[in-house]
């Protein structure tokens, strides 16, 4: 049973490394508690932020609780995200009887991961992809106000558009999120808005909450 636990993070070693991120070797504690959960599949990141895994012993969703308490649950019973997911904060983001999506926060603000629980329909949880990061590597400094932001925003879509500051409309998307950065390195605090020009494209603006940098690309590009 451990050698097929341990096949499985291998293959998802892989799957992750392709994709552009190296991923550790599975200790023998990880094994051993791979072995327990039985999962059809599973892939674990090196820096065990994140953790996508389907079919097994996932438990299930208890309908008298709330379904934060009940990701907290999940996240303790698989025991293989980082020490820092299990007293991270999260917000629902959408529910129903066999999906439910999150949002971890920082302070209130959200973090731009991908935290998705599918449900069977007596509440077992059939799929868990479930990406957090650290708390503390978020910044400590202070950004800069949205009004600010929304100003860099406007006069750079406006520019790219060859439109006046006046014709371009813009909106929160996601508005303000931390982003997570590279291995160890403190998160990216963002604006993000969508933004729309008379006769223009769609646009997506990325605007720096610390230093002011602007980005701006299509919004059919990732």
Same mark, same amino acid.
């Given at each position: 049973?451990?050698?097929?636990?341990?096949?499985?993070?291998?293959?998802?070693?892989?799957?992750?490394?392709?994709?552009?991120?190296?991923?550790?070797?599975?200790?023998?504690?990880?094994a051993a508690r791979l072995a327990a959960l039985r999962p059809d599949s599973v892939l674990i990141?090196?820096?065990?932020?994140?953790?996508?895994?389907?079919?097994?012993?996932?438990?299930?969703?208890?309908?008298?609780?709330?379904?934060?308490?009940?990701?907290?649950?999940?996240?303790?019973?698989?025991?293989?995200?980082?020490?820092?997911?299990?007293?991270?904060?999260?917000?629902?983001?959408?529910?129903?009887?066999?999906?439910?999506?999150?949002?971890?926060?920082?302070?209130?603000?959200?973090?731009?991961?991908?935290?998705?629980?599918?449900?069977?329909?007596?509440?077992?949880?059939?799929?868990?992809?479930?990406?957090?990061?650290?708390?503390?590597?978020?910044?400590?400094?202070?950004?800069?106000?949205?009004?600010?932001?929304?100003?860099?925003?406007?006069?750079?879509?406006?520019?790219?558009?060859?439109?006046? /500051?006046?014709?371009?409309?813009?909106?929160?998307?996601? /508005?303000?999120?931390?982003?997570?950065?590279?291995?160890?390195?403190?998160?990216?605090?963002?604006? /993000?808005?969508?933004?729309?020009?008379?006769?223009?494209?769609?646009?997506?603006?990325?605007?720096?909450?610390?230093? /002011?940098?602007?980005?701006?690309?299509?919004?059919?590009?990732?």
């Amino acid at each position: 049973m451990r050698h097929r636990a341990a096949a499985a993070v291998g293959a998802a070693c892989l799957a992750l490394f392709a994709a552009g991120e190296a991923c550790a070797e599975p200790s023998e504690a990880r094994a051993a508690r791979l072995a327990a959960l039985r999962p059809d599949s599973v892939l674990i990141s090196r820096s065990s932020d994140t953790v996508y895994i389907r079919g097994g012993d996932l438990g299930r969703f208890d309908a008298h609780a709330s379904a934060v308490e009940n990701l907290r649950k999940l996240i303790l019973h698989l025991g293989l995200l980082h020490d820092a997911a299990r007293s991270a904060e999260f917000s629902v983001t959408e529910q129903m009887p066999n999906f439910v999506s999150f949002a971890q926060v920082i302070g209130g603000v959200p973090v731009s991961t991908r935290i998705e629980v599918d449900l069977g329909p007596d509440g077992r949880i059939t799929e868990a992809r479930l990406a957090t990061v650290d708390p503390a590597l978020a910044p400590k400094a202070q950004p800069i106000a949205r009004e600010r932001a929304l100003q860099i925003a406007s006069l750079a879509s406006a520019a790219k558009a060859g439109v006046a /500051g006046a014709e371009v409309e813009l909106d929160d998307y996601p /508005g303000l999120h931390y982003k997570p950065a590279a291995l160890g390195q403190p998160l990216k605090l963002q604006y /993000g808005f969508a933004a729309r020009a008379a006769f223009g494209e769609s646009d997506i603006v990325t605007v720096d909450a610390l230093t /002011g940098a602007v980005d701006v690309r299509p919004a059919g590009l990732p």
